[in-house]
């Protein structure tokens, strides 16, 4: 497992639902997860949009706007 993949495990493995996991289920999670990575600024969701993922943002860097 990459560096990466360790701290988001790991960074996983501290918030519920998945503090609940069996180790080797937590460490199958981010190797099914898809990254991205957004600049200052970007909105990454427009409030009333269809929504089927789950927004982890590790440096809780995020400004939430409402219109």
Do not use: K, Q
């Not at 981010?30 to 957004?38: F, G, L, N």
């Amino acid at each position: 497992m990459s560096v990466e993949l360790e701290a988001i495990r790991d960074f996983l493995a501290e918030h519920d639902p998945f503090a609940h996991l069996p180790a080797d289920t937590l460490s199958a999670v981010p190797h099914m997860m898809t990254m991205s990575y957004v600049r200052r600024g970007t909105h990454i969701i427009e409030a009333g949009a269809v929504n089927d993922c789950l927004w982890g943002i590790p440096s809780r860097a995020v400004d939430v706007e409402h219109c």
